[in-house]
Every structure is written in structure tokens, then in C-alpha cells.
């Protein structure tokens, strides 16, 4: 599934795809926090939800505080790393 560059700038790329492709990109995150024993759940909000045109997609992951706090950045960039779709 192809993106197409809306607006490109120096700091942002923002995308415009249809909602089967949007349906599909959530499937596929569902299925790759799925894997994560630890996350309890997780809620998908913001742009990539409710706009035509979004630049991320913001995902907040409750995990029952099973990842220590001294560990939050780290998991953080373990699962975005993860998540590329």
C-alpha cells in the first residue's frame, strides 16, 4: 500500500490514504502489539482517525505497569521500531 505525499516541508510529511488501506495499517499494528504479553491494551487516536490528511499515527498502550518506569523510553522506542508499516 502506496502513501502519497500530500505536503512535504522541512519538518513533516503528511499522508492522504483511503480507509480500506487506513482498516489494513490497523490490522497489521493490531496484530504486532498482539504479540506483546505485557500490553494490556491499546487505543489508537488523533489525525490518523478523524482527519483526511495525517502525518502519525498516535497509539496510547496500557500495559498494567509491567514495564518499570526507568524502562518507559526504551520500550517506547522497541515498539515503534516494531510498528513500521
Not at 29 to 41: C, M, T
Not at 42 to 49: D, I, N, R
Not at 55 to 69: E, L, Q
Request: glycine content about 6%; aromatic content about 14%; proline content about 1%.
Amino acid at each position: 500500500m502506496c502513501l502519497k505525499t500530500v505536503k512535504k516541508n522541512r519538518k513533516f510529511i503528511f499522508y492522504d490514504i483511503d480507509s480500506d488501506s487506513r482498516k489494513k495499517i490497523l490490522h497489521k499494528v493490531a496484530l504486532a502489539l498482539g504479540k506483546n504479553e505485557e500490553i494490556i491494551f491499546a487505543v489508537v487516536y488523533g489525525g490518523f482517525l478523524g482527519s483526511k490528511v495525517f502525518r502519525d499515527i498516535d497509539i496510547a498502550i496500557f500495559t498494567g505497569y509491567k514495564v518499570p518506569y526507568e524502562d518507559i523510553w526504551s520500550y517506547t522506542e522497541s515498539l515503534a521500531k516494531n510498528l513500521k508499516v
